[in-house]
């Protein structure tokens, strides 16, 4: 691990990736995170924008005499990361998949230099407001989800409703 310091912590969004501490953390809320997965996280947030690909990724997370399905295993490091994130593949946030070929990382990263970010309007840093804009995209997101349920219940409420009525008239008829 590397030594504590500044450039040993990397916030996205509303997480904090912690690499002395090897800990992902959500609003300052631990995250459990298998070590694989948050080896791989740290590749992906290293190199964030930058294509990964899944056999830099097999190299970095497996040595050379390990079996294992590497395809397979990937996708269920990545899969486990997504969900930790609270990520979507279709929409992503932080990771994107380019089909065939690897990963990416695509939000932005503060590694935790000291930097002298210029205010913006209401005494807001560029930092600050950068967080406010993450987390409020995943608040949309979430959102959307519940949004999403709400609408395919009616549907089956309706749907049923619409059943027991045609039943109702075909039965009395």
């Keep these: 691990m590397p030594a504590p310091g500044p450039s040993t912590i990397r916030r996205f969004g509303e997480f904090e990736l912690d690499l002395a501490a090897g800990e992902l953390r959500r609003r300052g809320r631990r995250l459990k995170l298998q070590p694989q997965p948050f080896k791989l996280l740290v590749l992906l947030t290293a190199r964030a924008?930058?294509?990964i690909s899944r056999d830099e990724i097999r190299q970095e997370l497996w040595s050379e005499g390990t079996f294992v399905d590497f395809d397979q295993a990937v996708n269920f490091t990545i899969k486990q990361?997504?969900?930790?994130?609270q990520?979507?593949?279709?929409r992503p946030l932080y990771i994107?998949?380019?089909p065939r070929r690897g990963y990416r990382f695509i939000a932005p990263i503060d590694a935790g230099e000291p930097v002298q970010p210029a205010p913006i309007r209401g005494g807001m840093t560029?930092?600050?407001l950068n967080k406010a804009l993450w987390a409020n995209i995943a608040e949309l997101r979430m959102a959307e989800r519940r949004r999403r349920q709400y609408t395919l219940i009616a549907i089956i409420v309706g749907a049923?409703?619409?059943a027991g009525l045609a039943a109702y008239v075909i039965v009395f008829r």
């Design 96 to 98: 994107e998949t380019v």
């Design 49 to 51: 924008g930058q294509l």
């Design 126 to 128: 560029s930092m600050r």
């Design 160 to 162: 049923v409703l619409f």
């Design 81 to 85: 990361i997504r969900d930790t994130l």
């Design 87 to 90: 990520d979507a593949a279709e």
